[in-house]
């Protein structure tokens, strides 16, 4: 089996669960993440932690969100003309005249 990984708002609102009990205000796209590996459990009183997210709590590795991830600042080479360039071309129209 795959280990899950989870972020930073994931294992965030996993600890919250674990630590205060059943909650109704997690945000959907995150409690559709978390309901879909079967993390948390939808109960009358609210999103409770099951077995296996408290188990992912203390096995999970830490995984970046990519949203969050800044891209890194790479240094681009002066341009040359060899590179190929795909925008609309010159044209020698000098015949015309």
């Known amino acids: ?3 899950l990984a989870l972020t930073d708002e994931e294992r965030a609102a996993l ?3 674990a630590a ?3 909650e109704r205000g997690l945000a959907p796209p995150l409690r559709g993440r978390l309901a879909l ?3 948390i459990d ?3 009183q609210g999103w409770k932690i099951t ?3 408290r188990d992912a709590l203390t096995s999970a590795p830490l995984r970046r969100d990519p949203r969050e991830a800044e891209p890194e600042a790479e240094e681009t080479p002066p341009s040359t003309e060899s590179e190929r ?3 609309r071309k010159s044209r020698n129209t000098s ?3």
């Open 15 to 17: 600890e919250n669960l």
């Open 1 to 3: 089996m795959v280990g």
């Open 85 to 87: 360039h795909y925008g």
């Open 42 to 44: 939808e109960t009358p």
């Open 20 to 22: 205060f009990g059943p």
């Open 95 to 97: 015949w015309l005249d």
């Open 51 to 53: 077995s296996l997210g």
């Open 37 to 39: 590996y079967k993390l």
